[in-house]
């Protein structure tokens, strides 16, 4: 009876529903004065040939014509009595066997299986799961991080209170929990104490509610709010949250870190161990127009090419790979490895000229502060009045107008600039202030923030050497957090895994393996006998229960486990 109730009350409360039920009601009016007329008029063509009947006779004669049936019991025998008994049959078809049905499917029982599917989603996490995830909103960043959580087999719940929604999920086969993360009700089916984690993905304020009510139900839960405002920041960090993400800072940050400014230095993304992560644009270095292995880095500094951006694209790389002016050299190597590499850089590539950050919001601004902070002069362009006080704080000139003009673009510096930041929110503007920078000064590096997956290709095309998204810099993140490990950040679909050894590579040496020419994968190091030995030589043997540490995409991950994983 429960269920049952609960069945009508989403069914009832849904106003199509309430619209459909009211036009179907009308159509079974009109359909019951057209049976109505149809007897009336069939009493008066008896009378005309000399018969008498009742009116519920007349009642049955027009249902059994309409319907189809015929018994033949009654029957007319003029012309004008079997002309109108062929209205009424072409009628009743038409109105009972065509309108009816699809009107009672399409007003009643569809909304009604919909109403029932919209409770199948489960209101509590299983008594018997344990160490999950809850992800209290479904929105872009928790799509792509439900994507990743699937590949790696981890347990989490999706929160959701609306019941189409949950509904929705469910059938997608997305674990949901169907219910309102604020409510401490709610938190017991939760099971938050057995949890691992809890990301509050929703507004401050709600978010800030979220934490709180945690907090007095799983004292020692791990919870990451994303912060949408700098400012709420530390209201989040106070309320309990283990880790606070200002992430439209830190993506502000990130592509200030990807811009070419001064001279040739490498520029650290990451480490793993002792070992760090860096990119080096190779444009107006000596090393453009050679081959890795012509390059001799590794025998010089003790640093090793890794891989190589090319357009937007990584390639794990070879002692044959040929680098070139827009290449983006991903190094490997100590600190003093990569001070080494800086010393001999250094007096390359000079430019000495502002940077040109386009888009003064959160991220634009969080992009110029951080340039200022290494000493780089900035210049930035925005057209809204609103924001013009907030961006002179943080860098040296602020162009109050239309990126798109070109004597405004000059103005800023657009021909002398090393690298342009563009941080609109914006996709479509982006990828058209790419394409227009590049025709403009075509060996300036161009960085963009971007929004959706489907547009990076586009803007590469258009001309970005980087191009980072809010929802890849929280996944991964996020991802950090969870496994425990630093942060690299090498751009949009790359990372780097530890997997463990296949048996079928186990004796084998790295060079025999045959990772990087099946998969692209490189390994960057390798963690046996309790030691890690990062940049191993090709020579190095694969032990039982190794780990390896190695740098691609995700589907060249699926492509490893597909084929060594047997």
């Known amino acids: ?3 049952i109730a609960t069945h009508l009350s989403i069914y009832l409360k849904d106003k199509e529903v309430t619209r459909n039920i009211g036009a179907l009601l009308k159509y079974l009016l009109f359909l019951s004065l057209v049976v109505v007329g149809f007897a009336i008029a069939f009493h008066f063509i008896m009378l005309y040939e000399g018969q008498k009947h009742s009116w519920i006779t007349g009642l049955y004669w027009t249902l059994t014509v309409m319907s189809t049936l015929g018994f033949g019991d009654i029957t007319f025998t003029s012309d004008l009595g079997r002309l109108f008994s062929i ?5 009743g078809i038409i109105m009972l066997l065509v309108v009816l049905p699809f009107a009672f499917i399409s007003y009643l029982y569809a909304p009604w299986l919909e109403a029932r599917l919209k409770t199948r989603a489960p209101r509590r996490v299983p ?3 344990m160490g999950h995830i809850v992800i209290c909103s479904y929105e872009s960043i928790a799509e792509d991080l439900v994507k990743r959580l699937m590949k790696e087999d981890l347990p989490f719940f999706v929160v959701e209170p609306d019941f189409s929604k949950a509904a929705d999920l469910y059938n997608l086969d997305i674990p949901v929990v169907r219910g309102e993360p604020e409510d401490i009700e709610f938190h017991a089916a939760l099971r938050l104490e057995h949890a691992h984690m809890l990301i509050a993905n929703r507004e401050d304020t709600a978010n800030t509610n979220i934490i709180l009510t945690a907090r007095e139900h799983a004292p020692d839960l791990e919870i990451i709010a994303i912060a949408n405002n700098d400012e709420s920041t530390d209201v989040l960090s106070l309320s309990g949250a283990t880790h606070v993400l200002p992430l439209k800072r830190w993506l502000g940050e990130q592509l200030a870190n990807r811009v070419r400014a001064s001279h040739a230095e490498t520029q650290v ?12 644009p190779v444009r107006h270095t000596p090393l453009a127009g050679k081959t890795i292995r012509q390059s001799r880095l590794r025998e010089v500094t003790g640093a090793t090419i890794i891989a190589v951006w090319e357009h937007g694209h990584i390639y794990p790389s070879r002692p044959e790979t040929r680098l070139s002016d827009a290449s983006v050299a991903v190094v490997a190597g100590t600190a003093a490895q990569l001070e080494a590499l800086d010393d001999l850089l250094m007096i390359y590539d000079f430019n000495a000229n502002p940077v040109l950050v386009i888009g003064g919001g959160r991220v634009g601004r969080a992009a110029a502060r951080a340039l200022k902070t290494k000493g780089t002069p900035v210049h930035v362009i925005e057209k809204r009045d609103e924001l013009l006080r ?14 798109a003009d070109y004597e405004f673009l000059m103005k800023a510096g657009l021909q002398d600039a090393p690298s342009v930041v563009l941080t609109t929110h914006d996709d479509g503007m982006n990828i058209y202030l790419a394409s227009y920078c590049r025709r403009l000064s075509p060996d300036i590096r ?3 923030r971007i929004t959706y997956e489907r547009n990076i290709d586009a803007i590469h095309r258009a001309g970005a050497d980087f191009v980072l998204s809010y929802d890849t810099l929280s996944v991964n993140t996020i991802m950090s957090i969870l496994k425990g490990k630093e942060l690299v950040l090498l751009g949009e679909g790359v990372d780097l895994y530890t997997v463990p050894l296949p048996a079928s590579l186990i004796g084998r040496t790295l060079a025999d393996s045959g990772i990087g020419a099946r998969t692209g994968l490189h390994v960057i190091a390798i963690q046996q006998n ?6 191993p030589p090709a020579t190095t043997v694969l032990t039982p229960l190794a780990e390896l540490v190695v740098l691609g995409s995700t589907d060249q991950r699926e492509q490893f486990k597909a084929l060594f994983h047997q």
Do not use: P
């Open 269 to 280: 993304i990451g480490h793993y161990r002792d070992l760090g992560i860096a990119e080096l």
């Open 127 to 129: 008594s018997d799961v």
């Open 390 to 403: 907030k961006i002179e704080a943080v860098c040296d000139v602020v162009f109050h107008g239309d990126a």
């Open 446 to 448: 161009i960085v963009s």
């Open 87 to 91: 209205f009424v049959l072409m009628t």
């Open 1 to 3: 009876m429960k269920s």
């Open 530 to 535: 309790g030691q890690t030995v990062t940049n």
